[in-house]
C-alpha cells in the first residue's frame, strides 16, 4: 500500500515539477530529422507586462496544443520571448527618470538608451517568470528579445532590403499624431469614445461685402489654418457663391468658396471649413483643390506661430475657449449646440489623436498584401473560428500603406544616414565609411515594423529555419489581427517564399459575470497570481479552458475555479483511493492481463477509448472547451462515480487474484486518464504518474506517450446498456433520497420495460440498494408506489411503510411541472427563426429529440399522477 496526502496541495507540488521539468530540460527541442516537428511561437509579451488573465487564457491553449503534440511524438517547439514595446517602454522610463528629476532630452540618446535597457533587465522578466507560474513548457532556452542581437540584426536587413526593392519611401503625409508620446501611430492603435462636444456655428463675411457664409464645426481652435470653405456643388444654397472667397473670423485672411461632392449638405449648415493640415477628410479634399497646407500646431498640440500671437503656445483645448470667446466677443459666433461625435484617441498616450502632417517613413502594402489575402480566402491558413476570414479579407482588400516611423528612441532605429552637404539619403545594414559626413535618422520602426519577422527570425540558424518553419499554430488575441497576423503573414511570403504558419486560433475577450470587459479601472480583473495561489494553477488552467468555447466571450469570476479545484480534488481523491488500496508489495505492470473481466470492466474500456478518439479528434479540430468537457464527463462521471463505485468491493476481495486483477485493472485505466489529462493539468497529473510505480531520473508523464484508441475495445452498444443501468440506478437513488428511505432498508424493484436484462441484476441490486426486481412490458404499477420515467422504462417502487402518499403526489406534480416549464422553453427555441436559420442541423435535430423524448415522459408522468390520485 501507497501512503497519500489526504488532500491535495498544489503549490509544493507546483514548484517542485516545473524545477524537475526545468532541471531536465524536457521542454527542449533541437533539430532532428527523424522526427516530424510541430512549432509554436508565443506571441511575445511587452516587457512592461504583467500576467493578466488574457495570457493565462492565450497561453494554456498553447501548452495544451504543444504537450498534447510532445506527447504524441513530435519534435515539439515552443519558442518563448518578449517583445521591446518601443511606446509603452519609453513612456516607463521617461516616468522614472522624471521622477529623479532627469528629462529624457537633457540627457540624450546614447545615455536614454542605457537606462532603457537597465530598466529592461529589472523588469522585462517578470510577465517570464509569471507564465512560468502557470506551468507552461516552452524551450526557454530559445528565449527571445525583439531587439537582442541577433533579432536586431534582422529587422535592419529586412528594412534595407524593402527600402531597396522600393517598398519603403519617405513621404509627407497626413497621419495620427499622440501628442503625448509626439509620435506618429497607426489607425489600428486608435480607439474611438462616444464624446458629448459642441457643435459651433461661426459667420465668415463674404469679401465683397455681400453676404455671409455660415459654417459648422466641431474644432474652431484649428481654423486658423482654414485655406477654403467648401460646399455641395449641388447645393443651390450655395451655387451663386462658389469661386468667392470669404473672410477668415480673427485673421482677415481671404480664403476661396470651393465646391466638392465629399460635402454633405445635411451636416450643419451644409458649408464646411476645409483645413487641410489638420482633418484627414479635407486633406483628401485639399489634393483634390490643391489647396495649401497651413499647420497650427506644434508636434505637443499646442498652437505654433501660424496662429494669431495670442493664441501662440496655448494648449488646443485651452485655444478653443479662447476662440469661442473671441468669435462671440467680435460678433462671429451665431450660435453653439450639443452634439454627440466618436473621437479618435491612441492606444499608447490616451489622449486625443491629431491628424497632423508629418515626415515619415511608410511601407507599400498592395503587393505584399496579394498572397497573403489568397493565402487565407483559398484556406491554405486556417482561422479559428473561420468568421475571422470576412474580418481579415476586408482589412486586406482595402489596405493602405503603412507608416512604419515612430519619433521614439527606444526601438530599431531607422538605417538611414542623410548627407549632411547634399541631403544625399544612403541605407544600409552597415554606417557610412565616412560617418563624420552623415547624420542618421532619428526615427525607430513601429513595434509592429520589428514583431512581423517573429514566425521565423526567433530561429537563429538556416538549419532551423528550414526544419522548424513554417510553424503550425498561432494563437493569439483577435485585436491583433490587423496589427500582427496579417503582417506576419505578409513577412512570411516576403522573405521566406511561404506561409508563416498553419492554423491561426483567435482567442476570447474575457468578461465579468456582468459581461463587462476585465479591467483595473473596474476592479473586476483579478490578479492570476492570486488565483493561483489560492486554487493552483492547474484549477485556473482547467477552469478558462471549461468556459471559453470557441468564437464567444468568457463569463469569468475568481470563485468558478473552484470548477477546476474540485475537479482536482475528486482525481486526487480517486488516485489516492485506488493506490492506497493495492494488495501488498503491488507493482504496476502496463502489460498485466486481468484472470477475469466482467461486464463493467468492458464497459469501461470503451468508453475510455471512446473518449481518447472524441479528444484527439477534438485537440486536432482546436476544440478545447469542448476537449475539456470530455476529459471532465469520463474522469468524473464514468471512471470516479460509476466505475470505482461498481469494483470497490474487489479491492476487500479475499482472493488475491481478484484483488490483483482490479488493481492492475484500475492503475492502468488511472494511467491512461492521467496522460490524458496532463496537457490540461500538468502539475497533479505528473504527481499522481510517479506515484503509481517508482520512475527513472528524468522520466516524465510529459514525453509519455498520448493514448492513442483502440477501435477494437469500443462496444456502443454495450456504452447504451450502462447509459441505461446508470440511468435507471440514478432514478432509484433519487426516489429513495426524495422519499426519505434509510439507507439501510432495502426496496423492491418493478420495471416495465422490454430492455431489461437480468444479468445486470446484481449491479442494480449493490447500487440501489435493491431486494428483489421484476420487470415486463405488462408490468402493472403495484398500489402506493413510487414512480420514474426514463427513456424505455417506467420504475415503480412499492412504498408500504416507508411513505407519505401526499409526499409522493406532490413529488410528481412538481416534476410535471418542471417538464411543461422545460417544454415551454423548448417550444420557444424551436420556433425561433433566427435559432433555426442560424444553428447546426444536428443541434436542431437533438432539441427536436428532446422535445419529443420529454412530451412522452410527461404523458407518462401525467397518467401516473392521475392513478395516484
Known amino acids: 500500500m501507497i501512503e497519500i496526502d489526504k488532500a491535495y496541495s498544489s503549490s509544493p507540488v507546483e514548484a517542485k515539477w516545473y524545477k524537475y521539468w526545468q532541471d531536465h530540460k524536457l521542454f527542449r527541442s533541437e533539430v532532428d530529422e527523424t522526427k516530424t516537428p510541430y512549432t509554436i511561437v508565443i506571441p511575445p509579451p511587452n516587457i512592461t507586462g504583467m500576467l493578466h488573465l488574457g495570457h493565462v487564457l492565450n497561453n494554456t491553449i498553447q501548452d495544451i496544443l504543444i504537450r498534447h503534440k510532445r506527447m504524441q511524438g513530435f519534435n515539439a517547439c515552443w519558442v518563448p520571448g518578449t517583445d521591446h514595446a518601443s511606446i509603452a517602454t519609453e513612456a516607463k522610463v521617461v516616468h522614472h527618470l522624471a521622477e529623479q528629476g532627469i528629462g529624457k532630452k537633457e540627457i540624450g540618446r546614447e545615455e536614454f538608451l542605457k537606462h532603457c535597457h537597465i530598466w529592461k533587465d529589472k523588469y522585462g522578466g517578470i510577465i517570464i517568470s509569471q507564465l512560468k507560474k502557470l506551468g507552461i513548457s516552452c524551450d526557454w532556452e530559445r528565449l527571445r528579445f525583439t531587439m ?33 508620446t509626439q509620435s506618429a501611430i497607426s489607425d489600428e492603435e486608435v480607439y474611438y469614445q462616444t464624446m458629448n462636444i459642441k457643435l459651433v456655428h461661426i459667420r465668415y463675411p463674404m469679401a465683397d461685402g455681400s453676404g455671409e457664409v455660415v459654417v459648422a464645426t ?57 483645413t487641410p493640415a489638420h482633418d484627414v477628410n479635407d486633406y483628401e479634399v485639399g489634393l483634390r483643390h490643391n489647396l495649401q497646407l497651413i499647420n497650427i500646431l506644434h508636434p505637443d498640440a499646442t498652437l505654433n506661430e501660424n496662429a494669431p500671437k495670442e493664441f501662440w503656445g496655448l494648449d488646443r483645448y485651452e485655444a478653443r475657449k479662447k476662440a469661442m470667446k473671441m468669435l462671440e466677443e467680435q460678433g462671429y459666433l451665431v450660435k453653439s449646440e450639443d452634439y454627440t461625435t466618436n473621437i479618435g484617441f491612441s492606444q499608447r498616450g490616451h489622449v486625443q489623436v491629431e491628424p497632423y502632417m508629418s515626415e515619415q517613413w511608410f511601407m507599400k502594402m498592395d503587393d505584399l498584401a496579394k498572397p497573403a489575402l489568397k493565402a487565407v480566402s483559398e484556406g491554405e491558413i486556417n ?25 521614439l528612441w527606444w526601438g530599431h532605429r531607422i538605417p538611414v544616414w542623410y548627407h549632411k552637404d547634399t541631403r544625399e539619403i544612403y541605407c544600409d545594414v552597415n554606417p557610412p565609411a565616412d560617418p563624420e559626413n552623415w547624420i542618421q535618422d532619428n526615427d525607430v520602426l513601429d513595434t509592429w515594423a520589428s514583431s512581423w519577422l517573429w514566425a521565423h527570425d526567433v530561429f537563429m540558424t538556416e538549419e532551423e529555419q528550414e526544419y522548424y518553419y513554417p510553424t503550425d499554430t498561432l494563437v493569439t488575441a483577435p485585436d491583433i489581427i490587423f496589427f500582427w497576423v496579417a503582417r506576419m503573414i505578409m513577412a512570411g511570403y516576403y522573405f521566406q517564399g511561404k506561409i508563416p504558419f498553419k492554423h491561426v486560433y483567435f482567442t476570447s475577450v474575457i468578461r465579468d459575470d456582468l459581461g463587462r470587459k476585465m479591467s483595473k479601472s473596474l476592479g473586476n480583473s483579478p490578479d492570476p497570481l492570486d488565483v493561483i495561489d489560492k486554487y493552483g494553477a492547474d484549477a485556473l488552467r482547467f477552469t478558462m479552458m471549461f468556459l471559453a468555447p470557441l468564437g464567444q466571450d468568457v463569463r469569468f469570476s475568481e470563485d ?22 493495492t494488495p501488498e508489495g503491488f507493482v504496476y505492470d502496463e502489460n498485466y492481463k486481468p484472470a477475469t473481466e466482467d461486464f463493467v470492466d468492458h464497459w469501461i474500456d470503451s468508453r475510455l477509448n471512446s473518449t481518447v478518439a472524441e479528444l484527439n479528434k477534438a485537440l486536432d479540430d482546436f476544440e478545447l472547451t469542448n476537449s475539456s468537457k470530455l476529459i471532465y464527463a469520463f474522469i468524473w462521471s464514468d471512471f470516479c462515480d460509476w466505475y470505482i463505485e461498481l469494483i470497490k468491493n474487489r479491492f476487500y476481495s479475499d482472493d488475491p487474484v481478484v484483488k490483483m486483477d482490479a488493481a492492475q485493472k484500475a492503475v492502468g485505466l488511472f494511467d491512461k486518464i492521467l496522460r490524458m489529462l496532463h496537457p490540461f493539468m500538468p502539475f497533479i497529473s505528473e504527481e499522481l504518474w510517479h506515484l503509481i510505480k517508482p520512475r527513472s531520473d528524468a522520466e516524465s508523464i510529459s514525453i509519455a506517450a498520448f493514448p492513442e484508441a483502440n477501435a477494437a475495445k469500443i462496444d456502443s452498444q454495450r456504452e447504451k446498456q450502462m447509459e441505461f443501468l446508470q440511468e435507471l440506478i440514478t432514478a432509484v437513488r433519487n426516489i429513495r433520497g426524495e422519499m426519505k428511505i434509510a439507507p439501510s432498508k432495502n426496496v423492491k424493484l418493478h ?39 426514463i427513456k424505455d422504462c417506467e420504475i415503480f417502487v412499492p412504498l408500504e ?40 442541423a444536428d443541434i436542431i435535430e437533438r432539441e427536436r429529440n428532446k422535445k419529443r423524448d420529454w412530451e412522452e415522459s410527461l404523458a407518462k408522468l401525467e397518467a401516473i399522477l392521475a392513478d395516484l390520485s
Request: hydrophobic fraction near 35%.
Open 751 to 789: 420495471l416495465k420495460t422490454g430492455v431489461y436484462d437480468p444479468l445486470y441484476g446484481d449491479l442494480i441490486k449493490k447500487l440501489a440498494r435493491v431486494e428483489e426486481i421484476t420487470s415486463g412490458v405488462d408490468i402493472q404499477k403495484p398500489a402506493k408506489s413510487a414512480s420514474a420515467v
Open 560 to 581: 468558478k475555479c473552484e470548477i477546476g479545484r474540485n475537479f482536482a480534488n475528486k482525481i486526487w481523491n480517486a488516485g489516492r483511493f485506488i493506490l492506497m488500496n
Open 148 to 180: 537582442d542581437d541577433h533579432y536586431y540584426d534582422k529587422v535592419i536587413e529586412s528594412f534595407v532590403k524593402l527600402y531597396k526593392d522600393g517598398l519603403i519611401y519617405r513621404g509627407y503625409r497626413m497621419v495620427n499624431w499622440d501628442p503625448k
Open 218 to 274: 466641431t474644432r474652431p481652435e484649428t481654423m486658423f489654418g482654414d485655406t477654403a470653405v467648401a460646399v455641395n456643388p449641388n447645393d443651390e444654397r450655395y451655387t451663386s457663391m462658389i469661386g468667392k472667397k470669404v473672410i477668415l473670423p480673427l485673421t482677415g485672411r481671404e480664403i476661396e468658396i470651393i465646391a466638392d461632392e465629399y460635402v454633405d449638405s445635411s451636416f450643419g449648415t451644409g458649408a464646411v471649413k476645409m
Open 383 to 407: 482561422f479559428y473560428p473561420p468568421h475571422w476570414v470576412k474580418t481579415y479579407e476586408h482589412w486586406m482588400a482595402n489596405i493602405k500603406d503603412w507608416c512604419i516611423s515612430r519619433q
Open 801 to 840: 411503510g416507508l411513505i407519505d402518499i401526499d409526499v409522493e403526489r406532490n413529488r410528481l406534480e412538481k416534476e410535471i411541472e418542471r417538464l411543461k416549464g422545460g417544454l415551454m422553453g423548448l417550444d420557444k427555441k424551436l420556433s425561433n427563426e433566427e435559432f433555426v436559420s442560424r444553428a447546426p
